[in-house]
């Protein structure tokens, strides 16, 4: 007799685990499915963001950023520290560590919300049945009133760089370095790029990141990846636009790329090459062919807006859908997913959901950028503020940046927010909640921010808007 459940959810990423545990949180009997296996062979929850993403990238940014700022700033604080060296092995130990104590919380986590935590592949199959095989190879059909599917999303292979996981490789591979490589070339100029290529310049490498867009972060404000790029030039990233590789192959030496540019083609040298030009659903036998579930032509499974499929009672969130392949975006489809199947009302708000950078400086927005909201035809203002005048950057020598807001010239509601500077994937959170009310420039302006602080920063940008900044000339 095969065992049944009200809701059965196909990984245990940030979109799944959390649609697993608010359906528990209805009483509803639930399992969770997941087969992640990590580089060492074991089994472990969280998915990508956990074990090969977040958490990990997280760990080392905050690790080599203390590195590069006991060499090159604490002088000015006054602090003599002689001859800093690096312990990359104990660096890592302490990233690995992190992941194992996430990754073995979602464990007690399903397990204190009494939900069936299955360790294997998750196959819908039609009549929303569920093909459950084990680590072991044992197969079991379950019977499911609800499914969910969260597949998460895999690193985007290139033809003419395929992963050999030692001299070319993915994010996962570069966050676990054993030394660090004297060249590192990084394909891909986005968010995963660039941490990673930061992380690694920080620590000694010398950076050189390829990407083929001509504009740089062109799904950010223009105002604010000015600043960052400028930055990232004086850390010692050379990030060359317009590049658009033709050619990657292993020598003795490391890896010899090619690249065509507006002055024909390059090449460069280097030790080890990364390759993170984005992710892919991972979909592989996810359902059997006659379930019927649809696919865009990019591999994202359909949904509505509330995530349901074409197949009743069968959802699908985070990386595997539509939108940002963000955690937090897909967290809160499972929660809106488990809600909807419990009866109750629930809606993501697509419009307002935080981007974050976490090099240095952060950069992170919210909203529509200047250039999207000009090409609505929206009358439109304009209020921004450095973090050169703020006194709290100054105190942390963390001055480089600045916070920008964009509101309707109608009625002043907040349109968007642009912050890079320090900590701006902390303080893009009071503008996310700000707009989540549909609140305007003078309700920010109007709200007491503690001083010193840095979200001052957001106070004082949202009084330049009306040309009322007291801190900073207005325009």
């Known amino acids: 007799m095969s065992r049944s459940f009200d809701v059965v959810v196909i990984g245990a990423g940030p979109a799944g685990y959390i649609a697993a545990i608010r359906a528990a949180q209805y009483g509803k009997k639930v399992a969770c499915i997941d087969e992640w296996k990590n580089r060492d062979g074991g089994n472990a929850f969280g998915g990508t963001c956990l074990n090969a993403g977040c958490i990990p990238s997280k760990a080392l940014l905050e690790s080599s950023e203390l590195f590069y700022r006991?060499?090159?700033?604490?002088?000015?604080?006054?602090?003599?520290?002689?001859?800093?060296?690096?312990?990359?092995?104990?660096?890592?130990?302490?990233?690995?560590?992190?992941?194992?104590?996430?990754?073995?919380?979602?464990?007690?986590?399903?397990?204190?919300?009494?939900?069936?935590?299955?360790?294997?592949?998750?196959?819908?199959?039609?009549?929303?049945?569920?093909?459950?095989?084990?680590?072991?190879?044992?197969?079991?059909?379950?019977?499911?009133?609800?499914?969910i599917l969260a597949p998460g999303s895999t690193p985007i292979e290139i033809p003419i760089a395929n992963f050999d996981h030692k001299n070319i490789v993915d994010s996962w591979d570069a966050l676990e370095f054993d030394h660090v490589p004297e060249r590192l070339g990084v394909v891909g100029a986005g968010v995963i790029g660039l941490e990673i290529g930061s992380i690694w310049s920080r620590l000694g490498s010398e950076v050189t990141i390829l990407e083929a867009m001509d504009d740089f972060l062109f799904m950010a404000d223009q105002d604010i990846t000015r600043i960052a790029a400028n930055d990232f030039k004086k850390q010692g990233l050379d990030i060359r636009l317009g590049a658009n590789v033709t050619e990657a192959e292993v020598s003795k030496n490391g890896v010899e790329v090619s690249y065509g540019d507006k002055d024909g083609i390059q090449?460069?040298?280097?030790?080890?090459?990364?390759?993170?030009?984005?992710?892919?659903?991972?979909?592989?036998?996810?359902?059997?062919?006659?379930?019927?579930?649809?696919?865009?032509?990019?591999?994202?499974?359909?949904?509505?807006?509330e995530c349901r499929?074409?197949?009743?009672?069968?959802?699908?969130?985070?990386?595997?859908?539509?939108?940002?392949?963000?955690?937090?975006?897909?967290?809160?489809?499972?929660v809106?997913?488990?809600?909807?199947?419990?009866?109750?009302?629930?809606?993501?708000?697509?419009?307002?959901?935080?981007?974050?950078?976490?090099?240095?400086?952060?950069i992170a927005w919210v909203g529509k950028t200047e250039a999207e909201v000009k090409a609505l035809g929206q009358p439109?203002?304009?209020?921004?503020?450095?973090?050169?005048?703020?006194?709290?950057?100054?105190?942390?020598?963390?001055?480089?940046?600045?916070?920008?807001?964009?509101?309707?010239?109608?009625?002043?509601?907040?349109?968007?927010?642009?912050?890079?500077?320090?900590?701006?994937?902390?303080?893009?959170?009071?503008?996310?909640?700000?707009?989540?009310?549909?609140?305007?420039?003078?309700?920010?302006?109007?709200?007491?921010?503690?001083?010193?602080?840095?979200?001052?920063?957001?106070?004082?940008?949202?009084?330049?808007?009306?040309?009322?900044?007291?801190?900073?000339?207005?325009?």
């Open 70 to 147: 006991t060499k090159h700033e604490f002088k000015k604080h006054g602090i003599k520290t002689g001859k800093i060296e690096l312990d990359l092995a104990t660096m890592q130990k302490r990233r690995a560590s992190i992941v194992r104590q996430f990754t073995g919380g979602i464990a007690g986590l399903l397990k204190a919300n009494k939900i069936e935590g299955l360790v294997g592949h998750g196959r819908l199959l039609a009549k929303n049945n569920i093909e459950f095989t084990s680590i072991s190879g044992d197969v079991e059909i379950i019977e499911a009133m609800n499914v």
């Open 336 to 362: 809106m997913a488990a809600d909807l199947i419990a009866g109750q009302a629930a809606e993501v708000n697509y419009d307002i959901i935080p981007s974050v950078i976490y090099t240095s400086p952060e």
């Open 309 to 334: 499929t074409c197949i009743k009672n069968v959802y699908a969130i985070g990386d595997c859908v539509r939108g940002p392949m963000l955690a937090h975006k897909g967290s809160e489809e499972g």
């Open 380 to 475: 439109y203002k304009v209020g921004s503020f450095p973090f050169a005048a703020s006194g709290r950057a100054k105190a942390m020598e963390q001055t480089s940046g600045m916070t920008k807001i964009i509101s309707s010239k109608y009625d002043d509601e907040i349109l968007g927010v642009h912050i890079v500077g320090p900590m701006a994937g902390e303080l893009i959170a009071e503008a996310v909640l700000a707009m989540e009310f549909s609140a305007s420039t003078e309700d920010i302006q109007r709200t007491i921010h503690a001083h010193p602080s840095l979200a001052e920063a957001i106070h004082e940008a949202s009084l330049s808007v009306d040309n009322r900044a007291l801190n900073f000339p207005n325009k």
């Open 267 to 305: 090449s460069i040298e280097v030790d080890k090459l990364v390759v993170a030009v984005g992710r892919r659903p991972y979909t592989d036998n996810l359902f059997s062919n006659d379930v019927g579930i649809q696919l865009d032509e990019r591999g994202f499974i359909i949904v509505d807006d």
